[in-house]
T-cell receptor, first 111, second 112 residues
């Protein structure tokens, strides 16, 4: 079983809609959770960090964490074509610097 | 600030050759990391350095060595390259352990 699982997609949404990306993890000792955006041929870019249960909002992005159910999600409101990218979920296992990444979900926002 | 820089951007090696990938950051971060990214496998941690003078194995360390030269620089060495090491290699840094990371532009390595 992989440490971090994501639906690979592709996920397509119309411009202006809400895009919902989901991620599950296997280790209950996981402490911190991250979402990265990666454009094709580029490096990952950190967009959200979340450390406690509940919602965290930053602009059009909202991260949601539910440790009991072991999932973390990312909502993108008012999706724009420039949001078209692969979104990577990452989890920090409770051993300092051991990070595990999901394989990513490809998002396409259709104008 | 340049952030995280990596050299080279592209490299082609023959099986058995050695090379060192260089990484430097100018954000005064304590922790640095090396990842490889392969299609369908996602990003996998090779080695990390929590702070200057320390290094630890990640998920896929076999075939690699690292050196944390100083606080700014963290290099990755392939002693005897194999085709299975064909990948895109990313260096990253973070202010401290367990927080979000900033990635360099990557090195695309092909081993023939």
């Amino acid at each position: 079983q992989k440490e971090v699982e994501q639906n690979s997609g592709p996920l397509s949404v119309p411009e202006g809609a809400i895009a919902s990306l989901n991620c599950t993890y296997s280790d209950r000792g996981s402490q911190s959770f991250f979402w990265y955006r990666q454009y094709s041929g580029k490096s990952p870019e950190l967009i959200m960090s979340i450390y406690s249960n509940g919602d965290k909002e930053d602009g059009r992005f909202t991260a949601q964490l539910n440790k009991a159910s072991q999932y973390v999600s990312l909502l993108i409101r008012d999706s724009q074509p420039s949001d078209s990218a692969t979104y990577l979920c990452a989890v920090n296992i409770n051993t300092g610097n051991q990070f595990y990444f999901g394989t990513g979900t490809s998002l396409t926002v259709i104008p | 600030n340049a952030g995280v820089t990596q050299t080279p951007k592209f490299q082609v090696l023959k099986t058995g050759q050695s090379m060192t990938l260089q990484c430097a950051q100018d954000m005064n971060h304590n922790s640095m990391y090396w990842y490889r990214q392969d299609p369908g496998m996602g990003l996998r941690l090779i080695y990390y350095s929590a702070s200057e003078g320390t290094t630890d194995k990640g998920e896929v360390p076999n075939g690699y060595n690292v050196s944390r030269l100083n606080k700014r620089e963290f290099s990755l060495r392939l002693e005897s390259a194999a085709p299975s090491q064909t990948s895109v290699y990313f260096c990253a840094s973070s202010e401290e352990e367990g927080v979000g990371q900033f990635f360099g532009p990557g090195t695309r390595l092909t081993v023939l």
